[in-house]
């Protein structure tokens, strides 16, 4: 009996906690349906407008306020932007009974499926325009404009002096623009009343814009850096040439895709260089040593580029990316670099006194008269800057009608040289203007065996009169 009373209590007590809140949960879901007789569900959007809760003549002077404010931006590539106004081509809204169809076909029984899922119509208007003045409006735009109309480019290599390397320049797809393209997504703007209107994302321009770098390019680009990263140092006769990017790369042909060095230039380069720093073959002044300053007449003497030699080399560093320093090749060599290439150590002949004197670093070592070339028979010995071809000890003098044996043989200019002449009894004064050489330098044996001990090849000889 116990059990029973129990239970029927428990009844009693869930029927008056429960039923009342069952009722008030009807109560409330009946009212939001009442409330959902006029107005829009949860999640619901009317041309693109988020209407939740809202009526449909609230919706209705919404729209219209939109319709008021309304006009087209329109943006495109460097830019350029545009605007089209409703007035500017007659549009019109035709608004219909749509707003109310879209409220009667939400049954407002089942407004929690708000909650859901969404409700997403379309415009509830019809949109007219002067089909005329779109055109004409369509023309003047912006974007149509000469001044604002860019061919394409292509993509491309320049070089940078300030990175001092070359960099990819970006392709340009320019300006030209679709007319038909661009009508259509503007009048698709103009249905769908956008506001805003982006010409590049509607694939409206002739030429695409492509991203990144092609790789052909990237590659031509890093040959070409290789090119310009070389930085050779010259010591050029005494003279600092460098050889960098900033010159390098005026020498880089760039081709599309393809990069090749312009070898003719590199070597042009190496032959200015040698004609401004060499001085083979360039007369000088020189301080004789009776305190005159002449002007020697050039010889065979001097700094010389062997410009063929030194232009292949100058290639191959350039291609390997080298970073150094040297000397260019040379073909002849002085004493000293710069303009004064004698140096200090130097025979010096004095063809008019037929006086020599030989100096080694500044000292005068030895001095001694000679005989020089026969003037009466057209032998004069020839003035001018040499440097000694070799030297040997031993030798015969062969010419036309004679062969003579010389202790000494230092030959500086073919076959004119200084050697000793043991057949004379006297040397100096006056004696080569009828007795003279063939046109060597005769000398007593003594002083040939002197001046032998001290000279070697390219050792400077200075003839003047």
């Known amino acids: 009996m116990k059990g029973k009373r129990k239970k029927g209590k428990w009844k009693k007590w869930l029927i008056a906690v429960f039923l009342p809140l069952l009722i008030l949960?009807?109560?409330?879901?009946?009212?939001?349906?009442?409330?959902?007789?006029?107005?829009?569900?949860?999640?619901?959007?009317?041309?693109?407008?988020?209407?939740?809760?809202k009526t449909p003549m609230e919706v209705e002077e919404m729209l219209y306020a939109r319709i008021y404010h309304y006009s087209l931006e329109i943006t495109g590539r460097e830019g350029i932007t545009d605007t089209i106004l409703p007035e500017?081509?007659?549009?019109?809204?035709?608004?219909?009974?749509?707003?109310?169809?879209?409220?009667?076909e939400q049954n407002p029984r089942l407004w929690i499926l708000g909650f859901f899922k969404e409700y997403d119509y379309a415009f509830p208007w019809n949109i007219t325009y002067d089909e005329e003045a779109f055109s004409q409006e369509l023309d003047n735009l912006a974007f149509f404009q000469a001044k604002n109309i860019k061919k394409p480019k292509a993509a491309y290599l320049t070089y940078s002096k300030e990175e001092k390397q070359y960099m990819v320049t970006e392709?340009?797809?320019?300006?030209?623009?679709?007319?038909?393209?661009?009508?259509?997504?503007?009048?698709?703007?103009?249905?769908?009343?956008?506001?805003?209107?982006?010409?590049?994302?509607?694939?409206?321009?002739?030429?695409?814009?492509?991203?990144?770098?092609?790789?052909?390019?990237?590659?031509?680009?890093?040959?070409?850096n290789q090119y310009v990263q070389s930085c050779i140092t010259y010591r050029w006769n005494g003279n600092e040439v460098v050889v960098d990017g900033d010159i390098i790369h005026k020498w880089v042909k760039v081709e599309g895709d393809e990069v090749s060095l312009d070898e003719d230039s590199v070597k042009e380069f190496v032959s200015e260089q040698a004609k401004k720093y060499d001085t083979y073959g360039k007369n000088r002044i020189f301080q004789t040593t009776d305190g005159r300053e002449i002007e020697l007449k050039s010889g065979a003497y001097g700094w010389k580029t062997d410009s063929e030699a030194e232009g292949e080399e100058l290639v191959k560093s350039i291609k390997k990316?080298?970073?150094?320093?040297?000397?260019?090749?040379?073909?002849?060599?002085?004493?000293?670099?710069?303009?004064?290439d004698i140096g200090d150590t130097y025979v010096e002949i004095d063809l008019g006194k037929q006086h020599l004197y030989l100096y080694v670093e500044g000292e005068l070592i030895l001095e001694s008269d000679f005989v020089s070339g026969n003037a009466s028979r057209g032998w004069n010995t020839p003035a001018g800057v040499f440097g000694l071809t070799y030297k040997t000890t031993n030798a015969v003098l062969r010419g036309e009608n004679y062969a003579t044996p010389v202790s000494y043989w230092m030959p500086f200019n073919g076959n004119i040289g200084m050697h000793d002449a043991t057949w004379r009894?006297?040397?100096?004064?006056?004696?080569?203007?009828?007795?003279?050489s063939h046109g060597c330098i005769n000398l007593p044996y003594e002083n040939a065996k002197v001046i032998y001990e001290y000279v070697y090849t390219g050792f400077p000889i200075v003839c003047y009169y």
């Not at 939001?32 to 949860?42: G, R």
């Not at 590049?200 to 390019?217: F, H, M, N, R």
């Not at 320093?325 to 073909?331: I, V």
């Open 425 to 436: 009894n006297s040397f100096g004064g006056e004696i080569y203007l009828t007795n003279g």
């Open 171 to 224: 392709a340009e797809p320019g300006t030209e623009i679709l007319w038909d393209k661009t009508e259509g997504a503007v009048r698709d703007a103009l249905v769908s009343m956008e506001t805003k209107l982006d010409l590049e994302e509607k694939g409206c321009y002739k030429v695409k814009k492509e991203y990144g770098v092609d790789e052909g390019l990237a590659n031509a680009r890093d040959e070409a």
């Open 25 to 53: 949960m009807i109560a409330t879901y009946v009212c939001i349906s009442l409330y959902f007789e006029n107005h829009y569900f949860y999640h619901t959007v009317i041309g693109g407008e988020d209407v939740s809760y």
């Open 88 to 104: 500017k081509i007659n549009m019109r809204f035709l608004i219909d009974d749509t707003l109310v169809q879209i409220k009667h």
């Open 321 to 340: 990316g080298e970073q150094t320093e040297r000397e260019p090749a040379y073909s002849y060599t002085a004493a000293k670099p710069g303009d004064k």
